[in-house]
């Protein structure tokens, strides 16, 4: 009995020793877990410390002075490509702060002065008139970058933080005549052409609706030209101002001049839809005409008559711009970029366009993209009869004439490139300016 009551006894102890090792093991594990799990979640608190100061130190607060609205097509693509860029490089709407209808004089002051006080760190103008107010804000804030599109006095400001930018909108302008050349030939094909539609000397008559005789505009229109004639050689264009960047009424009413005048085709370089939409209405009045547009797709309001819009991704421009900022890095003096970069192109192509301008139009961006295509080949048109050799693009003095930088490089007019706002300012054979008031 003993003996048996000596082996459970024993058992008992071991059990016990057993149960005090076990729960010993346990309360290590759990004090060693326990300690592990602290650790982690303090470095985690740690790199999300880090994480919030880095996101503090790049967090760009950004200014944006429109001349219009985003009911202007021009201020839209402005708008909409900023936005584009702020969300793909994770910058919050609420970080910009954008400014509306802001005219080309001393508002535009105001407006980058007040965006600078805010505390922006890089400010943006959309118009031509805004940069010499927008320059004078930059002599009075060292600190921020204000950029001017299409300013064109960086490069000679002596300021450091100021900044021109634009796009290669020639180009985009050159595809889009190509769409009206195209439906032009198909026009001349099918004998739908009149008497009216000719001039004296049996060119084809196109339109085109500018806002101010710019080299803007210009370059722009000539552009839009030789790619007519790239495809139809015997055109003739008249070129009519509103003097307004936005303006639908005078838009509208310099269309319905062309039209009255046997303009077949019209085009634009102003940001409303009224150039359009009176093509529409002649149109559907019985009239043989059709439209290229700028900035956006015109097919809303001119559904029967659009062939396409001249356009630009303000994007391309918007995200290099704040990415530098974010980096460090300098932003350019001067920026441009075109097809190379998918900075322009053109709008969707309406029912209205001739069969195979699709595939026209991808062999023509392809060799704008690849520079095999250069828009102001100097073989491609004459001025006063003559082919130009020569071109001083810049200007040294202020009195808008060019006195030094040759523009002119192995028989190639290279805009936007000495500086990236337009310089072609020539008026060459087959266009007229009309020019009232």
Not at 85 to 95: H, K, M, Q, T, Y
Not at 338 to 345: D, F, I, L, R
Request: with cysteine.
């Amino acid at each position: 009995m003993k003996k048996i009551l000596a082996l459970l006894l024993a058992l008992c102890m071991v059990f016990s020793l057993a149960a005090c090792s076990s729960s010993s093991d346990s309360t290590d594990e759990t004090e060693d877990t326990t300690a592990a799990e602290t650790e982690t979640e303090a470095d985690e608190a740690e790199e999300t410390e880090e994480e919030t100061e880095t996101a503090a130190d790049t967090e760009l607060l950004v200014g944006m002075v429109c001349v219009e609205d985003e009911n202007s097509g021009y201020d839209y693509a402005h708008i909409s490509g900023l936005l584009e860029a702020a969300e793909s490089l994770g910058i919050s709407e609420d970080n910009i702060i954008f400014k509306y209808n802001i005219p080309e004089d001393e508002q535009c002051y105001d407006a980058c002065a007040d965006l600078a006080e805010q505390g922006c760190d890089i400010v943006f103008t959309d118009s031509y008139g805004h940069q010499s107010y927008a320059m004078q804000a930059a002599e009075e804030y060292p600190d921020v970058i204000f950029v001017s599109m299409t300013g064109d006095m960086a490069a000679t400001s002596g300021l450091d933080n100021y900044k021109n930018a634009f796009n290669y909108t020639f180009q985009s302008r050159y595809v889009s005549g190509v769409v009206a050349g195209m439906k032009l030939a198909e026009l001349i094909e099918n004998g739908e052409l009149t008497d009216a539609n000719y001039d004296e000397d049996g060119n084809v008559k196109i339109g085109y609706v500018g806002a101010y005789p710019y080299a803007e505009v210009v370059s722009g229109y000539t552009a839009f030209f030789l790619g007519i004639q790239s495809i139809v050689e015997d055109v003739a264009m008249d070129v009519r101002f509103t003097n307004s960047w936005y303006s639908p009424t005078a838009e509208a009413a310099a269309a319905e001049a062309l039209i009255a005048d046997g303009c077949i085709i019209i085009s634009q370089h102003a940001d409303s839809t009224g150039a359009p939409s009176a093509v529409q209405a002649a149109y559907e009045a019985g009239t043989t005409v059709y439209c290229v547009g700028y900035n956006i797709s015109m097919l809303e309001v001119a559904p029967d008559v659009a062939l396409t819009s001249a356009a630009n991704d303000w994007s391309v421009y918007y995200t290099y711009a704040l990415d530098c900022m974010l980096n460090g890095e300098e932003v350019a003096t001067d920026w441009a970029q075109g097809y190379n970069e998918g900075a322009v192109h053109i709008t969707e192509l309406g029912d209205a366009c001739a069969e195979g301008t699709a595939e026209k139009v991808a062999e023509v961006e392809a060799a704008l993209a690849d520079e095999s295509l250069q828009v102001f080949d100097c073989s491609t048109f004459t001025v006063d009869g003559e082919t130009v050799t020569s071109y001083l693009a810049l200007d040294s003095d202020g009195d808008f004439v060019g006195d030094y930088g040759e523009a002119i490089e192995d028989g190639v007019f290279y805009e936007s490139v000495l500086r990236s706002a337009p310089y072609f300012a020539l008026t060459i054979d087959g266009i007229t300016q009309i020019i009232e008031g």
